[in-house]
Every structure is written in C-alpha cells, then in structure tokens.
C-alpha cells in the first residue's frame, strides 16, 4: 500500500468526525454547562483535557499556532472552573449529541460498530513518541459507546497526524506564524479566517511574512516563489509520512472497509462544519 496516500485519505474522511467537537452547538454547550466560559475558554480546555492540569505555555506548545494571549485567557483559569476529567466527560457528552442529530438511525448502525473496531485497531497502533496529544487521547479508556469510540479513535488519529505535521513544521524552521501564512499561501484557506481565528495582529502577521521573503518562500505580493512552493509541498508530504504508521499497520484491505464505511458518515456531517474553517478543510473532501 502506498502508506503517505492512504494517511491522507483517511484523515480528510475521519477529520469531519472529530471536528464536530468544535463546530457542533451540542459540543460548545456542554463543556459550557461544566462551567467553562465561552467558546475558546471550552477549545482549550477540551482538547487539552487528555493531558491533566496543563499550563498556558504547554497548551501554546503543543497547540503551537495561537497567539499567546488566546491561550491565556483560557489556561489554567480553566481549570478553576471544571477539572479535566469533568471536561472530558462533557465533550463526549456533546459530541455524543451531535453525531447523533446528524448521523440519525445510522449512529447505531453496524457500519458505525465495524468502522469504530477498525479506526480503534488503527489508533492502537500508532506509535505516540514525542506526540504528546495523540499519546495523552490515546491512553484515554475507550468508550462503550461504539459511535463514541469512533469518535474517540478519530481524535487520537487525528493528533496523531497534527503532532508528525508539527514536527514537519519544525524541522522547515517554520514558527506557527509562519505555518500559517504558508497555508495562506498555498490557497487552502482566506488570511482572513486564519488570522482571526488565531489572534495574531497585522504587525505579527507582517513579521511572518517579511520573515519568508528573507528566507525566499514569499515574493513581495505575499505570493509563493518557487522555493516556499517546493519547501511547503515537503512539509505536506513529510506529514503524511509521518502519520502512515497507524494505516500500514491496519492493512489496504481494512483502510479501504474503513475508507468506505466512513464516507456516507462524512458526508451526513459534513453540514455542521463550515467552510472555509481554521481546519483549512472542506468536510466532503
């Protein structure tokens, strides 16, 4: 199998899964009725609940692309209003009732039950070193609940893959500033949504790019060269050989059950998350 392909394949089916745990009105208001104020304070805390009673600076670490102040006002004061096991709890909660408005009759189907068994055996699979999410979701028990353990293994595969592009991010010397004006550049989402919905200013956007035109990704206009063309194309491959391992070692023919259950699931889903998104995805792609 070409691992790297099947990687990408399988992210762009499961991703809408996991998302709905931020788009979805259900996720947002039960982490809310927890205590939690606000939709970032409710991001923050929920996707770094797996890792216990973290500070700011751990969440901007391993989130890496947020502008400090976004974080700040969320961590730690989070955790003066819900511990991390009551958010846990609640996120499953909410996510539990979205899947199930959107999925309807098929939230109990066989075909949840089987693809939630294969996306499990996958996320078991991955190798978590130096992946502090994806080993934090991953060391989660798993739900009773098949169409939560879907959900579950979703998100664990899900980090899996953003902790191996953060590592491809890295080793390109790109900041999280930066990260995100090469995705701009790329065409995969507006400065617009990107920028707004990390909280970096004009100046720290500015400082990212004058940044890139030193190093000769960027030309004037904001534009990729040839360079920071190749340099992004190799940050997006990197990624994907990084987050092979889980699928190569479920097997092509499991990849392709899974590929195929998964896909009418995305597709009943893929109503609650917007476009464009910060995810930089389309939820039928």
């Known amino acids: 199998m070409d691992g790297p392909r099947t990687a990408r394949r399988m992210w762009r089916l499961l991703e809408p899964v996991h998302a709905v745990t931020y788009f979805a009105p259900e996720s947002v208001e039960a982490l809310k009725a927890v205590g939690l104020k606000g939709f970032w304070m409710a991001y923050f805390a929920g996707r770094s609940a797996p890792m216990g009673r973290v500070g700011a600076a751990t969440v901007s670490a391993s989130f890496y692309n947020f502008a400090p102040f976004l974080v700040d006002r969320a961590i730690p004061d989070a955790w003066g209003f819900a511990e991390p096991a009551e958010v846990l709890g609640a996120r499953l909660a909410g996510v539990d009732l979205a899947l199930r408005r959107l999925l309807g009759p098929l939230a109990d189907g066989p075909e949840v039950a089987e693809a939630a068994e294969l996306a499990w055996e996958a996320s078991r699979s991955a190798v978590c070193d130096g992946r502090v999410l994806a080993a934090a979701n991953q060391a989660l028990p798993r739900p009773d609940d098949p169409l939560l353990a879907l959900w ?134």
Do not use: K, M, Y
Request: proline residues 6%; glycine residues 12%.
């Open 152 to 285: 579950q293994a979703a998100t664990t595969l899900r980090e899996h893959r953003g902790d191996g592009h953060l590592t491809s991010l890295v080793n390109a010397g790109l900041d999280g500033r930066q990260a995100h004006v090469t995705l701009v550049a790329s065409g995969a989402i507006p400065r617009t949504t990107l920028q707004a919905a990390r909280g970096w200013t004009d100046g720290e956007w500015a400082e990212a790019e004058e940044a890139l035109i030193e190093r000769g990704w960027l030309d004037g206009d904001g534009a990729f060269t040839p360079t920071g063309s190749e340099a992004r194309a190799t940050v997006e491959a990197d990624t994907d050989r990084l987050a092979a391992g889980p699928w190569e070692a479920l097997g092509e023919a499991a990849c392709d059950r899974l590929a195929a259950l998964a896909r009418p699931l995305t597709l009943a889903i893929s109503g609650a998350i917007p476009f464009p998104n910060p995810i930089g995805l389309a939820p039928t792609e």
